[in-house]
T-cell receptor, first 118, second 110 residues
């Protein structure tokens, strides 16, 4: 149980275009979903927290107009990188936490999306 | 602000050579301490949650322990498939966000 998927697994786009990444909890309802970014040889940095039906809460230094997060249902959250630039190239990982039945403190992570902006 | 420090940064072991990884943390109130395993190009895989000092959890060759200031991940008789980066993260009381350490990259040679 507690499986989280992401799509796509990798994407290459041109500078100035937008890219959407999907995160789904496959076998549980996600009370909260989190989006992280990981640069090579570095640890995970939290970008934002989203609850179903609410606006996302962004961490300090993360541009909310550039990284649009939508959490439309208890099993789906999307991250859209708008007007992507080469410096946005990174590994984007989502996580989800469920209700008490799924050990509500624990975040289960997706496999990640590798974004390369040319 | 939460601080999580992992040591060593990298660990090279011979197959069967047991060792320990350290995670020291500073948090005003601990909800939980988490250990994850991350393989290259993959998302973190959940291993353990520890909630209070004195708690221990085991899974196969891994054993995690917790004190008020640090956690240890013991790897007993490691195999090459245990090679990965092990991440420690803390969750503060009243919040579900995770603060991660930089990780320890373990390489086990056959």
């Amino acid at each position: 149980g507690a499986v989280v998927s992401q799509h796509p697994s990798r994407v290459i786009c041109k500078s100035g275009t937008s890219v959407k990444i999907e995160c789904r909890s496959l076998d549980f309802q996600a009370t909260t979903m989190f989006w992280y970014r990981q640069f090579p040889k570095q640890s995970l940095m939290l970008m934002a927290t989203s609850n179903e039906g609410s606006k996302a809460t962004y961490e300090q230094g993360v541009e909310k107009d550039k990284f649009l997060i939508n959490h439309a249902s208890l099993t789906l959250s999307t991250l859209t990188v708008t007007s992507a630039h080469p410096e946005d190239s990174s590994f984007y990982i989502c996580s989800a936490r469920g209700s008490l039945a799924q050990n509500q403190e624990t975040q289960y992570f997706g496999p990640g999306t590798r974004l390369l902006v040319l | 602000e939460d601080q999580v420090t992992q040591s060593p940064e990298a660990l090279r072991l011979q197959e069967g050579e047991s060792s320990s990884l350290n995670c020291s943390y500073t948090v005003s109130g601990l909800r939980g301490l988490f250990w994850y395993r991350q393989d290259p190009g993959k998302g973190p895989e959940f291993l353990f949650t520890l909630y209070s000092a004195g708690e221990e959890k085991e899974k196969e060759r891994l054993k995690a322990t917790l004190t008020k200031k640090e956690s240890f991940l013991h790897i007993t008789a490691p195999k090459p498939e245990d090679s990965a980066t092990y991440l420690c993260a803390v969750q503060e009381s009243g919040d579900y966000k995770l603060s991660f350490g930089a990780g320890t990259t373990v390489t086990v040679r056959a």
